[in-house]
């Protein structure tokens, strides 16, 4: 196959649909963009960086909100089905960043687009239909107010085919919670950042999508040797079925066993009630397997529920982060109560990990006596009680009642509004509630959460060689033992700037982080460099990739710094900073973070007050990308 084949296959069309004039335009990206930015997330900051302006807020028609699946989306490449979508965030007024699972990525691929830029706002709710290269906006009244699953199954019988694939929002989208999420298939949301919030702002219930024809062109030979080098590679793997298996479920005792985990909102870091909030206490419930596109591990499960409240209940297994919020952050010892939650935030369109965050935030207020019962609404919000927090579920996605409404915001947004000292229990950076992870039990992990691009998060970092190499591993890799010590500060800059970089590159390519980071520990991108040089038909490393990476990172500072962020925004609750871990392996630490944030920002040549410098702006080529260019040209 000829290389220009080659990169036209992997390359795509911009689509680009205003919502409030109607216009629909499409054109191919230019190859030099592409070059720069990949796709995913990379491409999704680009536009956001060079065409939104400083004056425009989360929910205003003029915020653009952007679909892009990854450069490798929808290829014979193995799990390749995330997509990115961006705009600017109505939980955290920053950026706007979430990646999803499934199949809708590489279906949109397979018709030609890279990405689906959306602004303005419709008079009535609509849905964007893309039946192959047709592309049409529909009348979305008949299933506006519905839940995730009815509206997914009326969008297929309005479609006249149940093979369409599709991303929607749920009642929470719709009440503008900046909790909400975009669901991108059964089992999988694109959560966190609000995005979901501004489909909704826009009266944009889905976005629907039918192939016409398999994914264009032949993958090389050369591509179809070294994807089945790469699961080869994963499947001898020790790890491999446990991934295969249960997925990441049983991860949820794997914090507590570190004495690093954010138990009912962070009072203690480890949980009396771990063994049966673990996924590992219903190993037995699995009904069936499900994947997304093109992956063989098949890390999700549908589960039957047994006994208890929700015998008979089907739903998706869920994950190691949501079950860990429903869960230990909850006070609550019943994995199958944490199951049925997520499931129900599913339902809604509201993520179900900062969802739960909030509700342990609320739990913990009510039990110090902030939240009165009267706020409550009579509600008993004390620690695991189940029902209380089912019923918080449906009061903040509907945004009902005074706390139902005030939770909707999100944790920054609340914490404000309730005062009286709520402040300090709010455990967030830039508005994003924190992992449960407890900072002082992973200070890799901790300067991560300071400095990424969309706040309090792991997966925008993934810092795990810090206690998932060993020593020797960490030498060669970062030039000291310590990076491999998760409690030391030791290296941990320059772990954190190749890690930001490697995920950049990882969401930018499509390719899920499971294999790739959680099994293959490639932070070097040097197994990613080999699959996307045989897919392009030109050689790349993984310091070529890198440097992308580090390109995409600077566009979102830079983003971040357009929208009011700062260098005083890059720090971590009062709590672990000065609050010494009580007991357990963690006991006495807390995190330094300052000696590691003026590190990092020398590696990456930004300046003390944590801004992009001009020299950096020029070396990557990010200089002219004000915002101010007319969209309605592109």
């Given at each position: 196959m000829k290389e220009e084949k080659v990169v036209r296959q992997l390359a795509g069309d911009l689509v680009y649909v205003n919502l409030t004039t109607g216009e629909i335009k499409r054109k191919p990206w230019p190859e030099e963009v592409i070059k720069a930015y990949l796709g995913g997330r990379g491409l999704a900051d680009y536009i956001l960086l060079k065409y939104l302006s400083g004056s425009v807020a989360p929910l205003d028609p003029e915020n653009i909100l952007v679909?892009?699946?990854?450069?490798?989306?929808?290829?014979?490449?193995?799990?390749?089905?995330?997509?990115?979508?961006?705009?600017?965030?109505?939980?955290?007024?920053?950026?706007?960043?979430?990646?999803?699972?499934?199949?809708?990525?590489?279906?949109?691929?397979?018709?030609?687009?890279?990405?689906?830029?959306?602004?303005?706002?419709?008079?009535?709710?609509?849905?964007?239909?893309?039946?192959?290269?047709?592309?049409?906006?529909?009348?979305?009244?008949?299933?506006?107010?519905?839940?995730?699953?009815?509206?997914?199954?009326?969008?297929?019988?309005?479609?006249?085919?149940?093979?369409?694939?599709?991303?929607?929002?749920?009642?929470?989208?719709?009440?503008?919670?900046?909790?909400?999420?975009?669901?991108?298939?059964?089992?999988?949301?694109?959560?966190?950042?609000?995005?979901?919030?501004?489909?909704?702002?826009?009266?944009?219930?889905?976005?629907?999508?039918?192939?016409?024809?398999?994914?264009?062109?032949?993958?090389?030979?050369?591509?179809?040797?070294?994807?089945?080098?790469?699961?080869?590679?994963?499947?001898?793997?020790?790890?491999?079925?446990?991934?295969?298996?249960?997925?990441?479920?049983?991860?949820?005792s794997w914090t507590d066993r570190l004495g690093a985990c954010g138990v009912k909102n962070f009072r203690q870091v480890t949980f009396e009630g771990i063994v049966t909030a673990c996924g590992s206490a219903y190993r037995d419930l699995l009904l069936r397997h499900h994947s997304c596109y093109n992956c063989p591990i098949h890390c999700r499960a549908f589960v039957r529920i047994d006994r208890g409240r929700h015998a008979g209940f089907v739903g998706d297994r869920g994950e190691y982060e949501p079950l860990s919020m429903w869960g230990p952050r909850c006070g609550n010892p019943d994995g199958l109560e944490s199951i049925y939650l997520c499931n129900l935030c599913d339902?809604?369109?509201?993520?179900?990990?900062?969802?739960?965050?909030?509700?342990?935030?609320?739990?913990?207020?009510?039990?110090?006596?902030?939240?009165?019962?009267?706020?409550?609404?009579?509600?008993?919000?004390?620690?695991?009680?189940?029902?209380?927090?089912?019923?918080?579920?449906?009061?903040?996605?509907?945004?009902?009642?005074?706390?139902?409404?005030?939770?909707?915001?999100?944790?920054?947004?609340?914490?404000?509004?309730?005062?009286?000292?709520?402040e300090k229990y709010a455990y967030h950076v830039k508005g994003l509630s924190l992992p449960i992870m407890d900072p002082r039990g992973f200070k890799g992990s901790g300067l991560g959460y300071a400095v990424a691009s969309r706040g309090a998060d792991f997966c925008h970092v993934y810092a795990k060689p810090e206690y998932a190499y060993t020593p020797e591993q960490a030498l060669i890799a970062y030039g000291t033992e310590k990076v491999a010590d998760r409690l030391s500060e030791e290296g941990k800059p320059l772990l954190v700037r190749q890690c930001m970089c490697a995920n950049a590159v990882v969401d930018s390519l499509g390719i899920c982080k499971i294999p790739e980071f959680a099994m293959l520990l490639d932070f070097d991108l040097t197994e990613a460099a080999k699959i996307f040089s045989a897919f392009a038909g030109e050689r790349f490393t993984g310091e070529q990739l890198l440097k992308m990476g580090e390109r995409i990172v600077n566009a979102e500072r830079l983003f971040n710094f357009r929208f009011g962020a700062t260098g005083a925004d890059d720090t971590l609750p009062e709590k672990f900073l000065t609050e010494p871990v009580p007991d357990g392996p963690c006991k006495g630490s807390v995190v330094r973070l300052e000696p590691m944030l003026k590190e990092f920002y020398s590696l990456m040549g930004w300046n003390e007050d944590a801004s992009v410098s001009g020299a950096k702006k020029k070396e990557l080529g990010l200089e002219g990308l004000t915002g101010e260019d007319d969209l309605t040209r592109i």
């Amino acid at each position: 196959m000829k290389e220009e084949k080659v990169v036209r296959q992997l390359a795509g069309d911009l689509v680009y649909v205003n919502l409030t004039t109607g216009e629909i335009k499409r054109k191919p990206w230019p190859e030099e963009v592409i070059k720069a930015y990949l796709g995913g997330r990379g491409l999704a900051d680009y536009i956001l960086l060079k065409y939104l302006s400083g004056s425009v807020a989360p929910l205003d028609p003029e915020n653009i909100l952007v679909f892009a699946p990854g450069l490798l989306s929808g290829t014979r490449m193995i799990t390749t089905g995330r997509l990115h979508i961006s705009a600017r965030s109505p939980l955290t007024g920053l950026l706007g960043s979430s990646n999803g699972g499934g199949t809708f990525a590489a279906d949109l691929k397979a018709c030609g687009i890279l990405s689906l830029i959306v602004t303005g706002r419709a008079e009535k709710p609509v849905f964007i239909n893309i039946l192959g290269d047709r592309i049409t906006i529909e009348d979305a009244a008949p299933v506006w107010g519905m839940k995730t699953h009815e509206a997914r199954a009326k969008l297929m019988d309005m479609a006249g085919d149940d093979r369409v694939k599709m991303v929607l929002i749920g009642p929470a989208g719709e009440n503008l919670s900046a909790l909400a999420c975009v669901v991108t298939d059964v089992g999988h949301a694109a959560g966190r950042t609000g995005m979901g919030a501004v489909m909704g702002s826009k009266n944009l219930k889905a976005v629907v999508v039918r192939k016409t024809e398999p994914f264009r062109g032949e993958a090389p030979e050369e591509a179809v040797r070294a994807v089945r080098e790469y699961v080869a590679k994963l499947k001898a793997l020790p790890c491999w079925e446990e991934w295969s298996t249960a997925g990441s479920s049983t991860s949820v005792s794997w914090t507590d066993r570190l004495g690093a985990c954010g138990v009912k909102n962070f009072r203690q870091v480890t949980f009396e009630g771990i063994v049966t909030a673990c996924g590992s206490a219903y190993r037995d419930l699995l009904l069936r397997h499900h994947s997304c596109y093109n992956c063989p591990i098949h890390c999700r499960a549908f589960v039957r529920i047994d006994r208890g409240r929700h015998a008979g209940f089907v739903g998706d297994r869920g994950e190691y982060e949501p079950l860990s919020m429903w869960g230990p952050r909850c006070g609550n010892p019943d994995g199958l109560e944490s199951i049925y939650l997520c499931n129900l935030c599913d339902e809604y369109g509201i993520d179900s990990f900062d969802t739960g965050c909030v509700v342990a935030f609320a739990m913990d207020l009510y039990e110090r006596g902030i939240l009165t019962r009267e706020e409550t609404d009579g509600l008993e919000l004390g620690w695991g009680n189940a029902l209380a927090m089912e019923e918080m579920v449906h009061r903040i996605a509907n945004r009902r009642t005074w706390l139902g409404d005030v939770l909707a915001r999100g944790i920054k947004q609340a914490a404000e509004i309730i005062g009286r000292g709520a402040e300090k229990y709010a455990y967030h950076v830039k508005g994003l509630s924190l992992p449960i992870m407890d900072p002082r039990g992973f200070k890799g992990s901790g300067l991560g959460y300071a400095v990424a691009s969309r706040g309090a998060d792991f997966c925008h970092v993934y810092a795990k060689p810090e206690y998932a190499y060993t020593p020797e591993q960490a030498l060669i890799a970062y030039g000291t033992e310590k990076v491999a010590d998760r409690l030391s500060e030791e290296g941990k800059p320059l772990l954190v700037r190749q890690c930001m970089c490697a995920n950049a590159v990882v969401d930018s390519l499509g390719i899920c982080k499971i294999p790739e980071f959680a099994m293959l520990l490639d932070f070097d991108l040097t197994e990613a460099a080999k699959i996307f040089s045989a897919f392009a038909g030109e050689r790349f490393t993984g310091e070529q990739l890198l440097k992308m990476g580090e390109r995409i990172v600077n566009a979102e500072r830079l983003f971040n710094f357009r929208f009011g962020a700062t260098g005083a925004d890059d720090t971590l609750p009062e709590k672990f900073l000065t609050e010494p871990v009580p007991d357990g392996p963690c006991k006495g630490s807390v995190v330094r973070l300052e000696p590691m944030l003026k590190e990092f920002y020398s590696l990456m040549g930004w300046n003390e007050d944590a801004s992009v410098s001009g020299a950096k702006k020029k070396e990557l080529g990010l200089e002219g990308l004000t915002g101010e260019d007319d969209l309605t040209r592109i």
